[in-house]
């Protein structure tokens, strides 16, 4: 696959990846956690900071085991040589059986399809696969349904070749703090897991939470836990910020490339969605939606330049934003722009981003494309 960003060019659009930071993260949640074991989920290109130095960088921090978006994420991670145990978290299907087998990762089942193929393939090559089973508890996303648990057991937890290793489920309203429905799901998987349990069908690895619940219920913690968004440095909600002191992990910075001075009533890029009101000075970014960084944002939400918020102006195009300069008039061409991260006293935050264009940190963070070079860092600061 080819890749912009193993180049090594000077460019001007950079995230900075604080591997430290990420280590600290790791470090802080695993505090949390007593007993439990710890997933750290490093889905989505882990959130998009790059799949394999964070990685290798959950492994030195110590967590026992990572989880992964899909096979082809799995497979990366092993060929990188990484140790521990991978988890996909979403089900596999059944033809991915003979990769899951090979690559040794944990597959999540939830059809007997998926058990019968892994089963083959695992007593083909004389081993026994470890496999954890989802229950749906609300999400209606993944999962047995607990109505079918009992019959899936009954024909599935036998077949050769299996070790049924786990049972987990994922919460659909942990990060809102709605303690009900979230306890409603509890309880349903408590049953379930007891019913199972009474008929001889044991899982001796069961989780249920997320970051959130690392953060706020040690009594959901079970024998593991599976945060992701915190170990990069973001509270699923900000009535966490004073539980656990996160540190934050990527850096988004690009270059004012470009300044040209306008007259009153100049039409700004395409479709001239803004109007200049007086004689401004426009500097144009080399980032745009083509990075991931969102056409929402048009007309919408602010970057930093010498410590003070410019505002994004016009239309966003693939490749470039603009922004407002007319009050930093001594900035110049090559000046440093922060998307996300801090700048003198000033700070922009994936959240901040979030909440200009309604959407969510993962959102933000795990849309950024790989053609913005990763930079990895390990500095001890914050
Ligand atoms: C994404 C995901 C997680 C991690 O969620 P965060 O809110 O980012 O901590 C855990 N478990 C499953 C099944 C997931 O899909």
Partial sequence: MFQYANMLVESNTIAEINLSAFHHNVREVKTRLANAMMMAVVKTNAYGHGIVPIAQQAVKAGVDRLGVTSLEEGVILRQCGIPVPIHILPPITPSQAEDVVYYHLTATISSKAAAHAISEVAVQHGKVMAVHLKL????????????????????????????????????????????????????LFKDVVQILKANDFEFPIKHVGASTIALERKDLHLDMVRPGIALYGYHPDERQVNDIHLKRVMTLKTKVIHIRSLPPQSKVG??????????????????????????LLS?????????????????????????????????????????????????????????????????????LMSRIKRVYVYREKG
């Avoid at 209606?140 to 489920?169: A, H, K, M, N």
């Avoid at 001239?272 to 080399?286: A, D, F, M, S």
């Avoid at 003070?308 to 239309?315: A, P, Y």
């Avoid at 979030?354 to 969510?360: M, P």
């Fill in 270 to 295: 395409y479709g001239g969605e803004y109007v200049t009101k007086k004689e401004e000075r426009i500097g144009i970014l080399p980032i745009g939606h083509g990075d991931g960084f969102k056409r």
């Fill in 299 to 367: 007309n919408n939400g602010f970057v930093l330049v010498e410590g003070k918020k410019s505002e994004i102006i016009g239309t966003i195009s693939l490749d470039q934003t603009f922004v407002n300069l007319t009050d930093i008039p001594h900035v110049e061409e090559g000046a440093e722009a922060v998307i996300i991260g801090d700048q003198e006293n000033q700070t922009i935050t994936a959240r901040d981003i979030a909440t200009w264009i309604n959407s969510n940190i993962d959102e933000v963070l795990a849309s």
């Fill in 136 to 187: 749906n508890t609300g999400l209606q996303r993944f999962g047995v349904e607990p109505s079918d648990v009992l019959s899936f057991c009954r024909s599935c937890y036998q077949l050769e070749g299996l070790y049924w290793e786990g049972i987990y489920t994922h919460f659909s309203n942990a990060d809102e703090g709605d303690w009900k429905t979230t306890n409603d799901q509890y309880d």
